[in-house]
């Protein structure tokens, strides 16, 4: 039988969920707008680069990823005995590769002309990339980033392989306590929804908010 004591001690695995989601977009986002960047102002070489970078991260799964790190790269890194940090790291890679198209599609729509009205008042390209295309691109990427939050936090989920104290190990912990096959996992995805729901919608709002504030509709 599922009770309330079950449920409280499944949320104990919401606070790794959160940290491992969180952690691994900031590291995509360090990652994303950088090869972003790269891919799209860089010279001939390093353009390749950032394609293989984003090629090879959408190429293979996040678990897989995770599981590489974990058990076959912990003796040559030492980070990653660490499963947490395996599965922060892996999430972080591939989310950096997804970012970086979320903001190169952001960077071209906000339009050559911006660039061209920027350097006609003086600005060098970089100034005028800095201080008038790359504020807006990040106003119109605000929607991409926050269904990018929500993949990060369901796919956290995968980090219960390794053997991390989230949201889905504490689920399936009641689930061999209590015999329920129902109950634990029906609520982890409750709490999941509950979770990834208002992040997502949020950034998407503000996106739409600043977007007419600014004209970028």
Same mark, same amino acid.
Request: hydrophobic share 55%.
């Given at each position: 039988?599922?009770?309330?004591?079950?449920?409280?001690?499944?949320?104990?695995?919401?606070?790794?969920?959160?940290?491992?989601?969180?952690?691994?977009?900031?590291?995509g986002?360090?990652?994303?707008?950088?090869?972003?960047?790269?891919?799209?102002?860089?010279?001939?070489?390093?353009?390749?680069?950032?394609?293989?970078?984003?090629?090879?991260?959408?190429?293979?799964?996040?678990?897989?990823?995770?599981?590489?790190?974990?058990?076959?790269?912990?003796?040559?890194?030492?980070?990653?005995?660490?499963a947490?940090?395996? %599965? @922060?790291?892996?999430l972080?890679? #591939?989310?950096? $590769? &997804?970012?970086?198209? !979320?903001?190169?599609? /952001?960077?071209?729509?906000?339009?050559?002309?911006?660039?061209?009205? %920027? @350097?006609?008042?003086?600005?060098? #390209?970089?100034? $005028? &990339?800095?201080?008038? !295309?790359?504020?807006? /691109?990040?106003?119109?990427?605000?929607?991409?980033?926050?269904?990018?939050?929500?993949?990060?936090?369901?796919?956290?989920?995968? $980090? &219960?392989?390794?053997?991390?104290?989230?949201?889905?190990?504490?689920?399936?912990?009641?689930?061999?306590?209590?015999?329920?096959?129902?109950?634990?996992?029906?609520?982890?995805?409750?709490?999941?929804?509950?979770?990834?729901?208002?992040?997502?919608?949020?950034?998407?709002?503000?996106?739409?908010?600043?977007?007419?504030?600014?004209?970028?509709?």
């Open positions: 039988m599922f009770t309330l004591e079950n449920f409280l001690f499944l949320l104990q695995g919401v606070p790794n969920t959160l940290a491992i989601s969180f952690l691994s977009f900031a590291l986002f360090a990652l994303g707008i950088p090869t972003a960047i790269v891919k799209q102002f860089s010279p001939y070489g390093l353009g390749h680069a950032a394609d293989a970078y984003i090629s090879v991260m959408r190429g293979i799964p996040v678990l897989v990823i995770m599981l590489l790190f974990h058990f076959g790269m912990a003796g040559i890194v030492p980070i990653f005995k660490s947490f940090l395996s %599965a @922060t790291f892996a972080g890679l #591939r989310s950096g $590769a &997804f970012q970086s198209q !979320i903001f190169r599609g /952001a960077i071209n729509s906000v339009g050559r002309q911006q660039m061209m009205a %920027a @350097t006609s008042l003086g600005m060098n #390209r970089w100034q $005028a &990339f800095r201080y008038v !295309i790359l504020p807006q /691109a990040f106003i119109v990427a605000l929607p991409g980033l926050g269904s990018e939050i929500a993949l990060l936090i369901k796919d956290s989920s995968y $980090a &219960f392989v390794l053997g991390v104290l989230e949201l889905t190990k504490y689920s399936d912990i009641v689930r061999k306590a209590t015999r329920s096959f129902l109950y634990p996992y029906l609520i982890a995805a409750i709490l999941y929804i509950l979770i990834t729901f208002p992040v997502a919608n949020y950034l998407d709002r503000l996106g739409s908010r600043l977007k007419t504030k600014y004209g970028l509709r």
